[in-house]
């Protein structure tokens, strides 16, 4: 109330902030399970589709893994450095860079050193809206997701994820779509490696 009697404005939300408002149902979450889905479309001269299966497994306080054997794991690791709503305020230094109605753009880097060299988010104010997001590799390439989220009992889960990349000639769309959830059940250490 002072403040507002003064003539000062109130300070902008933190990055922290948003991501804390967007995931806000979601804190009650220790760890969760998810089966997975992949759907890919490769494209350089000829186009290729393919289906993969596989889980999901996030544990707090900033843990996700992707277990699907057909994928490499390199790009499991960099899947599990991307990571999601639930792990960037772990994993990044964020910061709010701008917004317009609705919508908070936030820039960010690694707190430790691996393949991503920084993000550029935007939040939507409603957790029921896609999340639009770009990752960029530290080897140039720039990695677009969109995360479309579902209601699974009082939690707001990712429900569609797709990713759009290119690299070395090569066009990549993938879909994962994610399956019934087993919410703060155990989840071994060993399934995120170092």
């Known amino acids: 109330m002072l403040a507002a009697a003064s003539g000062a404005a109130a300070e902008p939300p933190s990055a922290r902030d948003v991501l ?5 149902c979601d804190a009650p979450i220790a760890s969760y399970a998810v089966p997975v889905h992949l759907d890919v479309r490769l494209r350089k ?15 707090r306080p900033g843990r996700l893994a992707l277990e699907i054997r057909s994928v490499p794991e390199q790009y499991r690791r ?3 450095e991307i990571g999601t709503p639930l792990t960037w305020t772990e994993r990044y230094n964020l910061r709010v860079a701008g917004g317009g109605p609705g919508t908070t753009h936030i820039e960010g880097t690694p707190k430790h050193a691996g393949d991503i060299a920084r993000l550029a988010l935007d939040v939507p104010a409603d ?5 639009q ?7 140039g390439v720039a990695i677009a997701m969109t995360i479309d989220e579902q209601t699974v009992g009082a939690y707001e889960l990712p429900k569609r994820t797709q990713v759009d990349l290119a690299t070395s000639g090569y066009h990549v769309h993938a879909v994962f779509n994610y399956g019934d959830y087993t919410v703060n059940t155990a ?7 170092t």
């Open 20 to 24: 804390s408002r967007y995931v806000a």
């Open 45 to 59: 001269l000829i186009g290729l589709r393919f289906g993969l299966n596989g889980m999901q497994y996030f544990k």
């Open 78 to 80: 960099l899947f599990g």
């Open 127 to 131: 957790p029921r809206a896609p999340l």
């Open 133 to 139: 997001g770009t990752w960029y590799t530290r080897d």
């Open 187 to 193: 989840v071994a250490d060993s399934l995120f490696g």
